[in-house]
T-cell receptor, first 114, second 115 residues
Framework: KNQVEQSPQSLIILEGKNCTLQCNYTVSPFSNLRWYKQDTGRGPVSLTIMTFSENTKSNGRYTATLDADTKQSSLHITASQLSDSASYICVVVDRGSTLGRLYFGRGTQLTVWP | EADIYQTPRYLVIGTGKKITLECSQTMGHDKMYWYQQDPGMELHLIHYSYGVNSTEKGDLSSESTVSRIRTEHFPLTLESARPSHTSQYLC??????????????FGAGTRLSVL
C-alpha cells in the first residue's frame, strides 16, 4: 500500500477558479512534506516544502497546508491559469533514514480549461 | 531553474540493444538519484549516489546499472534493453552546501521505448 495517497486522481476546472488538492500520508517518522508540479513530459519542480512545525506555506498563487497530527496536507491554487495544467505530486520525506527517503504520491492531474 | 540535464529526451530502440542515459548537474550537488515513472504512477527510486564512487540500489529492482566517476555526472546503463524497460527515467540531485532543505531538483526526463 502506498504510504502517500492523493485525491482526487484528476480534476478539471475553468480558468480563474480556485481548487484544492488533498494528500494523506502514513510515513513515520516524518521530516518534511513537499508539493511538486510536473508538466507533461517534464521532471517535477518543487512548489513548497513544510516541516512538521509549519502548518501553511505560500508560493504565489499556491498555498500548502499541513496537519501533522492527522497526517494530511492540501494544496490550494487560487485564480487558476491555463499554465497550471499539470500533475501535482505530494512527497513526504522520512526522517528515519540518512538519505532522507522520499515517498511519492501518484499525483493529481489538473486540467484548466479556458 | 535547476541546472540538471538529461539526454536523450526521447529514445526508441530495439530489444537487446545497449543504451546509456546521461545525466549531468552543474550545481555541485553531492547526491544524485535515478527514478522510474510509468504513466499515472508514482516515481520509484532505482539508484542513488552519495558522491563520487558511491552507488546504491533503490527500492525498485532494476536491471540497469549506474556509475559516479565525477560529481556532476551520473549515467544509467542498460546492457540489453527489453520491452519491459519502456518507461520514463528521471534523474535528480540534491545536497548543495548552501541548501539544507535537501530539495531534489529533477531533470526533464528520458522517455524510453523498447520495441
Amino acid at each position: 500500500k502506498n504510504q502517500v495517497e492523493q485525491s482526487p486522481q484528476s480534476l478539471i476546472i475553468l480558468e480563474g477558479k480556485n481548487c484544492t488538492l488533498q494528500c494523506n500520508y502514513t510515513v513515520s517518522p516524518f521530516s518534511n512534506l513537499r508539493w511538486y508540479k510536473q508538466d507533461t513530459g517534464r521532471g517535477p519542480v518543487s512548489l513548497t516544502i513544510m516541516t512538521f512545525s509549519e502548518n501553511t506555506k505560500s508560493n504565489g498563487r499556491y498555498t500548502a497546508t499541513l496537519d501533522a497530527d492527522t497526517k494530511q496536507s492540501s494544496l490550494h491554487i487560487t485564480a487558476s491559469q491555463l499554465s497550471d495544467s499539470a500533475s501535482y505530486i505530494c512527497v513526504v520525506v522520512d526522517r528515519g533514514s540518512t538519505l532522507g527517503r522520499l515517498y511519492f504520491g501518484r499525483g493529481t492531474q489538473l486540467t484548466v480549461w479556458p | 531553474e535547476a541546472d540538471i540535464y538529461q539526454t536523450p529526451r526521447y529514445l526508441v530502440i530495439g530489444t537487446g540493444k545497449k543504451i546509456t542515459l546521461e545525466c549531468s548537474q552543474t550545481m555541485g550537488h553531492d547526491k544524485m538519484y535515478w527514478y522510474q515513472q510509468d504513466p499515472g504512477m508514482e516515481l520509484h527510486l532505482i539508484h542513488y549516489s552519495y558522491g563520487v564512487n558511491s552507488t546504491e540500489k533503490g527500492d525498485l529492482s532494476s536491471e540497469s546499472t549506474v556509475s559516479r566517476i565525477r560529481t556532476e555526472h551520473f549515467p544509467l546503463t542498460l546492457e540489453s534493453a527489453r520491452p519491459s524497460h519502456t518507461s520514463q527515467y528521471l534523474c535528480a540531485s540534491s545536497g548543495s552546501p548552501r541548501d539544507n532543505s535537501h530539495i531534489q531538483y529533477f531533470g526533464a526526463g528520458t522517455r524510453l521505448s523498447v520495441l
